[in-house]
């Protein structure tokens, strides 16, 4: 008896653990000397813990399409902030402030998101420094 609930206790620990594995800090992915802004249309919206992300299709001056991920804060933070999950929708037009990714790839840590209403909120950290930062602005 006593084996299977050491045995329970680790496959609890061990799940419970996932999700600090997945998740990651600002400064190990993106690059804050490095601002970016891009604008285009939603193309899909995941709403779910522990970053919510979305995606944009950008398009350059030539009209090729680029696909961007969005990383912005978690689900509870942006409830806080006064978005919804009906705030974005696949076909809404976007602007994303924020920074590059540092490996390179099309991933913008958000900071500030223009809605298609043309609400300005803010999906970074508090005190970060990034644009929209109500830190920054006092």
Partial sequence: MKAKRIVLVGIIA?????????HHSFAA???ETK????????????????????YVDVKDDKGNVA???VESTSVVEL????WSHDSLKV????????FTAKDGSRLV???LVT??????VFTGSPGDGGPGDPDKDQ
């Fill in 35 to 54: 601002p970016i802004t891009v604008k285009g249309v939603v193309s899909k919206v995941e709403w779910e813990n522990p970053h919510v992300y979305f």
């Fill in 91 to 98: 076909g809404d037009r976007v602007t994303v402030e924020g």
């Fill in 115 to 120: 809605l298609a209403d043309g609400r300005k």
């Fill in 79 to 82: 409830i806080h902030r006064g």
């Fill in 109 to 111: 840590g958000a900071r």
């Fill in 14 to 22: 061990l799940l419970s653990a996932f999700p600090a594995l997945a």
């Fill in 29 to 31: 992915e993106f690059d």
């Fill in 67 to 69: 696909n961007w991920g």
